[in-house]
């Protein structure tokens, strides 16, 4: 197996199937080397039932389902790494869908790892299939595949926004989400903060892998309060403020401020211990 594919899913029966029919409609030779990894992440709905469904039609592919107690996303995402089979990792959102080419441009672009053994992903673009509010894209960063730190995009605004990223399976296994059954949420700038303090490299591919869909407005897995989840909140900040450089910092103040601002919210909100040394708030704040 060379490429599993991981959906998380809370109540999204209909969203499934049209993630599934994006998946489904790629070529046969491509989907002979994958596997879909579905996270059920304890949905009421009829969620079971639509993938039995699927099952019993005969896919062109292998699927497997599991159905957990609701624990969030970044549970799922762990879960889902210890399972895979696949060499590289993708996560596709219940929501959203593969272009129709996705599968062409993930297998012919896996050379680009060859010698790179300091390269965690690839990270290839996203497109909205429609107007989707305030959702923003990330856009292209070369007119080829060019290696560059996380850092590089998160320090130019101008760059960020949504894409999605082929992983190396076992490089991942490393930087699991630390959740405790207090910590069920913590921002995907965690993981980005932390492979990046380690070197770990992203080779950025100018190819629309993703369809960003982004119309359904309840149950989203990566959309949750800020005060109910400080402590997720807490661990992010934190490792943004260990792992990005005061150059990184530098070049994009308002992420810095952002960052205080939050950093400081936490603190107001749940007086949490921080355990982030002086030190290291001084190492920044003495730059600006």
Known sequence: MLISIFTPSYNREKELIRCFNSISTQEQKFLDKIEWIIIDDGSTDNTKLTIQKILNDTPKFKIRYFH???????????????????????????????????????????????GEKNVVGLRFLAKKSKDVGALKIGLPISEEAIKLPWYNEFSNSSLQGERID????????????????????????WFFSVVSKDSLDFIYVPLIVRIVNDDSQVNRLSRSSFRDN???????????????????????????????????????????????????????????
């Open 166 to 189: 082929l992983f190396r399976t076992e490089l991942i296994k490393n930087y699991l989400f630390p959740l405790t059954n207090n910590v069920r949420y913590i921002p995907e700038n």
């Open 230 to 288: 400080l402590q997720g909140h807490l661990i992010n900040r934190e490792a943004m403020l260990k792992s990005i450089p005061v150059s990184v910092f530098i070049k994009n103040p308002k992420e810095y401020i952002k960052t205080l601002i939050r950093y400081a919210q936490i603190i107001s909100f749940s007086g949490l211990k921080v355990n982030t040394s002086i030190g290291v708030l001084n190492r920044v704040i003495v730059c600006f």
């Open 68 to 114: 957990t107690t609701n624990a969030g996303k970044q549970a799922a995402w762990n879960k889902a790494v210890m399972l895979s089979e696949g060499e590289y990792f993708i996560g596709l959102d219940s929501d959203d869908e593969f272009s129709p080419n996705a599968l062409e441009y993930l297998f012919t672009s896996l050379n680009l790892f060859r």
